[in-house]
């Protein structure tokens, strides 16, 4: 790979959301979980599914699986199969919304007619991006954009033991494209499916206020002026 070419990859991975300067846009290092325990819940910082980005080839599925997975054509089929193969603690609403988001990639790594080791990261890089999200009451847009921005750019570069070069220019573009097409565009949504919903009641009842009545003077009587 020349130098130009990963001076280009590195210039696609730019922060491409916000009109800020790169240096205020915030680091993984930036989420670590903070160990002091404040004596106001609300003010402790919420520990990280993830706290530092690795490579993640092999996170979903394996060589075999990933090879069956994309041999099959009716998304029926790969729903279910997909479904077999989630990790026990996806339940419920949780579950079946990440199904359809990784039937939606798989169907993307089809079209792209890509190869077994690249289809498999994608959906790695797919699930520990949601995996993330949904473990982090703090995540916002930007921290999940930049977070699987991160992903891609450790799959793009070749510079071993943290880097590997899998996709090419391209191929990245491509995978960030769909990533902001499919998941980023629904944060909202999958946000409001996925992460609890929190309310505030208070136990208490206002009192009825006492209106104070003004106590009525009597009106003095006028004197009736006599004629002269």
């Not at 949780?94 to 959906?123: G, S």
């Not at 990533?179 to 629904?186: Q, T």
């Not at 944060?187 to 009825?208: F, G, M, S």
């Amino acid at each position: 790979m020349e130098w130009n070419e990963i001076a280009n990859v590195r210039d696609l991975f730019r922060y491409q959301i916000s009109s800020l300067p790169i240096n205020n846009v915030p680091k993984i290092e930036d989420f670590a979980c903070d160990n002091q325990v404040h004596k106001i819940t609300a003010f402790n910082q919420t520990e990280s599914c993830v706290k530092e980005l690795k490579l993640s080839q092999w996170k979903f599925l394996d060589f075999v699986k990933t090879e069956e997975l994309l041999q099959l054509t009716n998304p029926q089929q790969i729903y279910k199969f997909i479904g077999s193969n989630l990790q026990p603690f996806l339940k419920g609403r949780t579950k079946e919304l990440f199904i359809k988001l990784m039937v939606d990639v798989t169907k993307f790594c089809q079209k792209q007619e890509y190869i077994t080791q690249k289809a498999t990261t994608v959906l790695s890089q797919f699930y520990q991006t949601h995996i993330y999200f949904i473990c982090n009451a703090d995540s916002t847009a930007e921290k999940i954009y930049i977070y699987f921005k991160d992903l891609v750019l450790q799959h793009s570069l070749p510079f071993p033991p943290n880097y590997e070069k899998v996709f090419n220019l391209k191929e990245s573009r491509d995978i960030l494209q769909c990533f902001v097409k499919i998941y980023l565009r629904n944060l909202p949504l999958i946000k409001y499916l996925d992460l609890p919903i929190w309310a505030l009641y208070l136990n208490y009842t206002i009192p009825t206020p006492l209106i104070v009545k003004k106590e009525k003077h009597q009106k003095k009587s006028k004197k009736k002026k006599g004629k002269k």
